[in-house]
T-cell receptor
Framework: NAGVTQTPKFRILKIGQSMTLQCTQD?????MYWYRQDPGMGLKLIYY???????DKGEVPNGYNVSRSTTEDFPLRLELAAPSQTSVYFC????????????FGPGTRLTVT | KNQVEQSPQSLIILEGKNCTLQ??????????LRWYKQDTGRGPVSLTI?????NTKSNGRYTATLDADTKQSSLHITASQLSDSASYIC??????????FGTGTRLKVLA
């Protein structure tokens, strides 16, 4: 099993550009999450999904969108990139919620200039 | 104010020495408390998990403790190795999807 994979690993965007961060898991997990990690801060939840076709906002959803058309994939879309979105983005999955172990991808380092 | 505070922010120790990392929380109730290890440039990986009713849990050289009365958890690393150099994150699981992450402690083990 590859676990949780993310692409790309690094990306530099100009202000106002858009992009999609890809996330795929092969563990047949129902729950998937997107977090951002800023220096000196704990991970912040952007969006999460409890199953295909179901998504909901986390703590910091502004400027982002997600979709969940399959169990495996959970892409994160950035529209009109802003410098405040410079961060490291992690995708994670878990079998259920309720404190189940989360499995994290390797992260995408995004810089917006 | 963060609901999960970790200390110290960073720590440097010599290989072979022991160390203890602290996690103070205000979250209540919660399902469980995990310690994650995050290597540089990688995603976090779970080390230990404790429910709110457990006091201690070990995983090899890693031992986590939980004191629900003082709302503190600690992660003790015994006989540190160079590969222990990483960030260690305390995470409280709460509700269906809610995980509350601490800010982490960055550990550097020197030869």
């Amino acid at each position: 099993n590859a676990g949780v994979t993310q692409t790309p690993k690094f990306r530099i965007l100009k202000i106002g550009q858009s992009m999609t961060l890809q996330c795929t898991q092969d563990m047949n997990h129902n729950y998937m999450y997107w977090y951002r990690q800023d220096p000196g801060m704990g991970l912040k939840l952007i969006y999460y999904s409890v199953g295909a076709g179901i998504t909901d906002k986390g703590e910091v959803p502004n400027g982002y969108n997600v979709s969940r058309s399959t169990t495996e994939d959970f892409p994160l879309r950035l529209e009109l990139a802003a410098p405040s979105q410079t961060s490291v983005y992690f995708c994670a999955s878990s079998s259920r919620g309720q404190g189940d172990e989360q499995y994290f991808g390797p992260g995408t380092r995004l810089t917006v200039t | 104010k963060n609901q999960v505070e970790q200390s110290p922010q960073s720590l440097i120790i010599l290989e072979g020495k022991n160390c203890t990392l602290q996690c103070n929380y205000t979250v209540s109730p919660f399902s469980n408390l995990r310690w994650y290890k995050q290597d540089t440039g990688r995603g976090p990986v779970s080390l230990t998990i404790m429910t709110f009713s457990e006091n201690t849990k070990s995983n090899g050289r890693y031992t986590a403790t939980l004191d629900a009365d003082t709302k503190q958890s600690s992660l003790h690393i015994t006989a540190s190795q160079l590969s222990d150099s990483a960030s260690y994150i305390c995470v409280l699981g709460r509700g269906t999807y809610k995980y509350i992450f601490g800010t982490g402690t960055r550990l550097k083990v020197l030869a």
